[in-house]
């Protein structure tokens, strides 16, 4: 659906003014949007799968280890498609408060996508550097934003998400290195000639919401706090966005269904195009372990 038909619909949680404003900008922040009660929950299946990581040495389909991980002193960077993974996760993603916001952001009909737990360990957790997302995944348009909740207080120390407002409506780049295999990150050619001074750094308290459009460039910083900085992060799209073959969520559960509304009749297509990726059907590890050149996991 393109934003005058999105906005032609009664919104279900945000005000007309905060959906303008997402289309306009790309972005949105709200303030402790999630309460105790699904913090509380979420934090005791997080903390169940922290202490699962510690019996892993390597990263694999459900962590993303720091190449320093130990038993003793666990340092996760992520745990992968958690909406497949609990019923706490499910619930939270695929019927949570967070899916209002969505339907107010790309339509009635709701298409989830993926999701991701990303941790950025105390003490110099791994930064992430300026790219977009809809090259990891295209879809026939650019509806997919991601929404993330930030599931404690999270200061500039911490290394916020940092975006380029308007930067959706701009250039697509190209994330593929000078030798041809993929990197994930702007070239620094490409990062030259973007205005980081204009850079909003979205902090924000235990609770807090992130929402960003798939072409949104963002980036963040190392933590170099005490304190991890665990973002929960969902994917969704509009039901008339069909996603690019050989996805990294193929075979994931729930992955591109249909969670509100009604199927689409008609496929929308933008007519601008989109870079595609390699093939994850050959592996997939994760935004850090390829922006990081490290051997691709399973």
Not at 7 to 16: F, G, R
Not at 282 to 295: N, P, T, V
Request: proline share 7%; aromatic share 10%; charged share 25%.
């Amino acid at each position: 659906m393109k934003p005058e038909e999105i906005l032609s619909h009664a919104p279900k949680v945000l005000s007309q003014e905060q959906r303008e404003a997402y289309f306009e900008t790309g972005y949105l922040v709200l303030e402790n949007f999630i309460g105790d009660d699904w913090l509380d929950r979420l934090w005791a299946v997080t903390n169940r799968f922290i202490d699962d990581s510690r019996s892993h040495t390597k990263s694999g389909k459900v962590f993303d280890l720091e190449p320093n991980h130990t038993a003793e002193e666990p340092r996760l960077r992520r745990i992968s498609q958690p909406v497949a993974l609990d019923p706490v996760y499910e619930e939270f993603g695929l019927r949570g408060p967070i899916v209002d916001l969505a339907e107010d952001l790309v339509g009635p009909n709701v298409k989830y996508h993926h999701s991701k737990l990303n941790m950025k360990w105390s003490g110099g957790g791994e930064e992430v550097k300026w790219h977009q997302d809809i090259q990891f995944w295209p879809h026939t348009n650019y509806s997919p934003l991601t929404i993330g909740l930030y599931m404690d207080d999270v200061d500039d120390e911490m290394g916020p998400m940092g975006v380029i407002p308007g930067s959706h409506k701009g250039e697509i780049y190209d994330l593929y290195g000078d030798d041809g295999n993929w990197v994930g990150a702007l070239s620094d050619e490409d990062l030259a000639g973007v205005e980081r001074d204009r850079a909003v750094w979205m902090r924000g308290g235990k609770g807090s919401i992130t929402i960003h459009n798939c072409r949104m460039l963002h980036g963040s910083m190392a933590n170099n706090s005490p304190r991890s900085r665990p973002l929960l992060l969902h994917t969704y799209a509009s039901a008339d966005a069909l996603t690019f073959p050989g996805s990294v969520v193929t075979g994931v559960p729930h992955a591109d269904s249909l969670i509100r509304g009604e199927p689409a009749k008609w496929i929308h297509f933008d007519p601008e195009p989109c870079l595609i990726p390699p093939d994850w059907s050959k592996g997939y590890s994760s935004i850090f372990a390829l922006q990081q050149e490290e051997a691709a996991g399973n």
